[in-house]
């Protein structure tokens, strides 16, 4: 584990600025717990899917999930693992990297759920 890691917190948005973005996280906490759920739900979309569909989808494949979870990890109250984004992307068959945003976006320009 690198130690000397510092965050660029400068890219971080001011909670006066996104309040409203911060109000709809539960337990106190400013920030969702995933970024690709935007993603998901986005593909999900344009595949003509439902959230019930995705999750049967999902179970087919060997991870049991129920339409509740994914609705959860959408709207980015649900931490995903690393094996549930391999999982998602296969489902929804596209390559891992569309599940995460372009990589020069900075942080307080993130989509959110």
Not at 58 to 83: H, L, N, P, Q, Y
Request: charged letters at 25%; a neutral charge; proline letters at 7%.
């Amino acid at each position: 584990m690198n130690r000397d890691f510092v965050p660029d917190w400068e890219h971080v948005p001011k909670r006066e600025h996104v309040k409203h973005i911060y109000e709809q996280f539960p337990m106190g906490r400013n920030y969702p717990l995933n970024i690709v759920g935007f993603y998901v739900a986005k593909i999900r979309n344009q595949k003509g899917l439902s959230q019930a569909a995705l999750a049967t989808a999902c179970e087919a494949a060997g991870w049991d999930i129920s339409r509740e979870t994914v609705a959860k990890i959408e709207s980015g109250f649900r931490w995903v693992g690393d094996f549930e984004i391999v999982k998602l992307a296969r489902v929804l068959q596209v390559p891992i990297t569309e599940l995460f945003p372009d990589k020069d976006i900075p942080f307080s320009e993130l989509p959110q759920a």
